[in-house]
C-alpha cells in the first residue's frame, strides 16, 4: 500500500493499519524548496552505507530498531527516539530490527525541489 503525497493540511497515516512488513515501502512524503519528508522503510540487516547530504536532517524511529552511526558514534534509536544532525555530517545506518523511520531533510537556502 503507499502513502500519497502529503498536502498542505492532509493527514497522513505513517504506519498504515493494516499494512503487511511485504507491502511496507519507502515514501517521499513531501518535498518543496525548504524540506523533504521520507518515510523510510530499513530491514533487519540493511545498511545504508557512509553518506552525507548538504542541509540537516532529523531521523525519528517510528517502529524497529536501527543503529545510525555518526561522529564517531553509533546510537540504537528504537521506537520514539529522535536524532538531530547538522549538515554536511557523514553518517551511516543498519537496521537491527525491520524499522520505518521518518527522515527529514532541510535544504540550504535555494536549494530543495523544483
Known amino acids: 500500500m503507499a502513502i500519497p503525497h502529503a498536502a498542505p493540511g492532509m493527514s497522513v497515516n505513517l504506519l498504515e493499519d493494516g499494512e ?3 507491502e511496507t515501502r519507502t515514501n517521499a512524503l513531501v518535498k518543496n524548496q525548504a524540506f523533504e519528508a521520507i518515510r ?6 540493511r545498511e545504508l552505507s557512509r553518506h552525507q547530504v548538504e542541509g540537516p536532517i532529523t531521523i ?16 540504537d534509536l528504537k521506537a520514539g527516539c529522535w536524532l538531530f544532525l547538522t549538515g554536511g555530517e557523514p ?4 537496521g537491527i530490527e ?7 531533510i532541510m535544504f540550504p537556502r535555494g536549494g530543495g525541489a523544483t
Open 40 to 45: 523510510l522503510v530499513i530491514p533487519k540487516g
Open 91 to 94: 553518517h551511516s545506518l543498519t
Open 98 to 104: 525491520d524499522a520505518v523511520v521518518l527522515l527529514t
Open 20 to 22: 503487511s512488513r511485504a
Open 60 to 75: 525519528q524511529c517510528l517502529e524497529g530498531r536501527i543503529a545510525f552511526a555518526c561522529g564517531g558514534e553509533t546510537h
